[in-house]
């Protein structure tokens, strides 16, 4: 979601809560003060967020019900789809 210019109107409602004395001059000169800063804040906008590689698949998860979950211990459960060999292929890790 882009970060927008503030116009010198909302500038003034802003001001006249905090009671400092702008002039229509003062508030112009914050106003491109602003436009840097939102420019860096716009740019996160642009930048495509890093993922991890998955390299088994798996479900998003859910919550467990109380009946699964009588002690609470588990927070969320999913499954991962893990090589059909090794260690842990075909076994229940919990």
């Avoid at 500038?11 to 602003?34: V, W």
């Avoid at 088994?56 to 919550?63: A, D, H, I, M, V």
């Avoid at 009946?67 to 588990?74: A, F, L, Q, S, V």
């Avoid at 499954?79 to 076994?91: E, I, L, Q, Y």
């Amino acid at each position: 979601m882009a970060v927008k210019k503030l116009t010198i109107e909302q500038l003034k409602r802003i001001a006249e809560k905090f009671n400092p004395d702008f002039t229509n001059d003062d508030l112009s000169s914050l106003q491109k003060l602003m436009e840097g800063p939102l420019e860096s804040y716009n740019r996160l906008n642009q930048l495509i967020e890093p993922g991890l590689s998955v390299e088994y698949p798996r479900t998003s998860g859910y919550r467990p019900e109380t009946e699964e979950n009588p002690y609470n211990t588990w927070y969320w459960k999913t499954t991962v789809k893990d090589k059909s060999f090794g260690k842990p292929a075909g076994k229940k890790l919990f």
